[in-house]
């Protein structure tokens, strides 16, 4: 029984065959035959159809298959039908790496139809692109896991306040999302109060079999600092710095912190951009530490 194509698969297909040609010039006839699963027959017919087309009865498209290899030319307005843009091309990469990335080990299936996606999909491009997510699927599984266990959790951190990695035993209270970045909220047994955790900065999590309640009065007294800063110049920089701030007009802010070393370095950085307006003992302990500085240099 002979298999009859309708006139829009045998469209569609020729559509196909185009962006093939151009990447895969003298292809020879069996091949292309093999690849597309028709016979040498049906490819011949196929080649004589796209031999006719073009942009215009002017401009026809260019082929050679008479030595039994196929060669391609002029075909660039019909290749853009079914061709994807690096950048597009780009864009379904790094989604796949991401993707991948979620399936961890879970998937080899899936990885495996990921990695046969990603063949077709400008192979040279593929070989040198690679991505990976700011928060790996592995560390928000443990911490929702801890959360609703009641367990504990081993994490390593990365304090910018002290800028150093340190290993933490903590209990996990929630999971929130502030000012465009995601937070666990946990009784920190090093500092023995409630502490934010930026996750991006989690490098590790390891949920701990044994429970632990964290003691309601350090979870109460979560030793924060309320203070009052006035930003000189672009407010971009605070704004992606602070995660807590109130917005008082006029270039000033109220900011929530855990450590006023953190807000000193950060002033100080910041090379008069930023200033600390109170508390008091605050601006004191900056202008004392300035000036330390300063005499050093004379």
């Not at 000033?252 to 003992?281: C, D, H, K, M, Q």
Request: contains cysteine; proline residues 3%; hydrophobic residues 40%.
């Amino acid at each position: 029984m002979v298999n009859r194509v309708t006139p829009m698969e045998k469209a569609s297909r020729l559509l196909d065959l185009v962006p093939y040609l151009y990447a895969n010039q003298g292809v020879s006839i069996e091949k292309l035959s093999s690849d597309f699963k028709i016979t040498r027959e049906e490819t011949l017919s196929d080649l004589n159809t796209l031999w006719m087309c073009g942009e215009s009865r002017f401009d026809l498209i260019e082929l050679e298959f008479e030595s039994g290899f196929v060669y391609i030319r002029n075909a660039q307005a019909i290749n853009i039908v079914r061709s994807l843009s690096t950048q597009e091309s780009l864009s379904i990469i790094l989604g796949l790496e991401l993707l991948k990335d979620e399936f961890g080990d879970k998937r080899p299936d899936l990885i495996s139809e990921i990695e046969s996606i990603k063949s077709t999909l400008t192979p040279g491009l593929s070989s040198v692109v690679a991505a990976s997510a700011g928060i790996k699927a592995s560390l928000i599984t443990a911490i929702d896991s801890a959360i609703s266990a009641r367990k504990n959790l081993q994490i390593d951190y990365h304090s910018v306040a002290e800028d150093k990695h340190s290993s933490r035993l903590v209990v996990p209270i929630e999971k929130i999302r502030r000012e465009g970045h995601d937070f666990l909220i946990a009784f920190c047994s090093t500092a023995n109060a409630k502490r934010s955790f930026r996750l991006d900065r989690i490098s590790t999590a390891e949920v701990v079999e044994s429970e632990r309640e964290a003691p309601e009065e350090a979870t109460a007294n979560s030793e924060t600092i309320i203070a009052k800063v006035k930003v000189h110049g672009n407010s971009r920089h605070f704004k992606e710095t602070f995660s807590t701030y109130t917005e008082l007009g006029d270039g000033e802010f109220e900011v929530e912190i855990f450590s006023p070393r953190w807000l000193i370095r950060e002033v100080i950085a910041s090379r008069g951009e930023l200033e600390i307006l109170e508390p008091l003992n605050l601006r004191q302990e900056l202008l004392r530490l300035t000036k330390v500085v300063r005499d050093q240099y004379r």
